[in-house]
């Protein structure tokens, strides 16, 4: 697809499915580069192997887990190094549906106060559909599917690798808004991303979706929440009080309908006690 404007994208890879090739082959019409960094347990054969030589595709075996920040960061990197205008920012579990990825990117105009453009992101439940097919902007987006304005980066800095995981992409999103960027959802692109492993359960006669996170990540959500509330709630207050009531009412959910309930509540308190030792980074 031709366009004005250079556009390279990654993929952050941990132990994918063989679904990764089919969503590889699905990106590479649309980019001049794609950077796949492995953060997975050993070397990917099949990819290694079949994107050898490829000056297309770019694989980086990280030969542990750096996190999604310090993944995203090797490809901002490599992308502003080549001079490209944007990066795809891909989750190894996300597509778009038809034609959507060529709308987001049609959706691109000459306006450096756009940081990123988004799709709109449907989960299997399709709990949150958009009210209109007009573009729009918005106050925060998870990274997965989004165009990424390589001249935003430079002003602002990468993503937060003491973070590690969780709130990477929100705390990215208010460092944007903080300093007088825009962040615009293309609602007609729809992006398929199933963020943890959503449930639906009934409660009272009334369909409740708890988000059925893995109990390791309740340390990143708790940690990283006070410390992203430290340093933006006086610009933000109102997103905040929102945050923490979808926090509380997660909790709650725990409590009601996901297994694993004392385990998670462990990772809840270990990741509250690590935030006020000031205990940053990955989890050892």
């Known amino acids: 697809m031709k366009n004005q404007y250079k556009i390279a994208g990654v993929i952050t890879l941990f132990n994918p499915d063989e679904k990764i090739k089919f969503r590889i082959e699905a990106i590479l019409p649309f980019v001049e580069k794609l950077f796949l960094i492995d953060n997975s347990d050993g070397l990917n054969e099949y990819l290694s192997s079949t994107y050898k030589g490829n000056q297309k595709v770019e694989y980086c075996f990280n030969n542990s887990n750096l996190g ?3 993944s995203m960061n090797i490809a901002i990197e490599k992308a502003i190094a080549k001079k490209f205008d944007f990066l795809l920012t891909m989750d190894q579990d996300s597509e778009f549906e038809a034609n959507s990825l060529a709308k987001i990117i049609s959706a691109i105009i000459s306006d450096d106060s ?8 449907k989960n299997k439940f399709f709990t949150n559909p958009p009210q209109s097919s007009d573009n729009e902007e918005i106050f925060d987006v998870m990274t997965s599917g989004n165009l990424l304005n390589l001249n935003s980066v430079k002003q ?10 969780d709130y990477v992409d929100i705390e990215f999103c208010l460092r944007l808004r903080k300093n007088g960027f825009k962040i615009i959802r293309v609602n007609s692109s729809i992006l398929n991303h199933n963020e943890a492993n959503l449930m639906v359960k009934s409660f009272w006669g009334k369909k409740v979706y708890p988000p059925n996170h893995k109990p390791f990540r309740w340390y990143y959500k708790i940690r990283n929440f006070f410390y992203l509330k430290d340093e933006y709630q006086s610009d933000f207050p109102e997103y905040f009080a929102n945050e923490k009531k979808n926090i509380r009412n997660n909790i709650i959910k725990i409590f009601l309908f996901e297994k694993h309930k004392f385990l998670k509540m462990k990772f809840i308190i270990k990741g509250f006690l690590d935030y006020r030792k000031n205990i940053r980074g990955k989890l050892n």
Do not use: M, Q
């Open 114 to 121: 756009i940081a990123i453009y988004s799709p709109f992101h």
């Open 68 to 70: 999604i920040a310090a």
């Open 156 to 165: 602002v800095g990468k993503f937060r690798e003491d973070y590690f995981i």
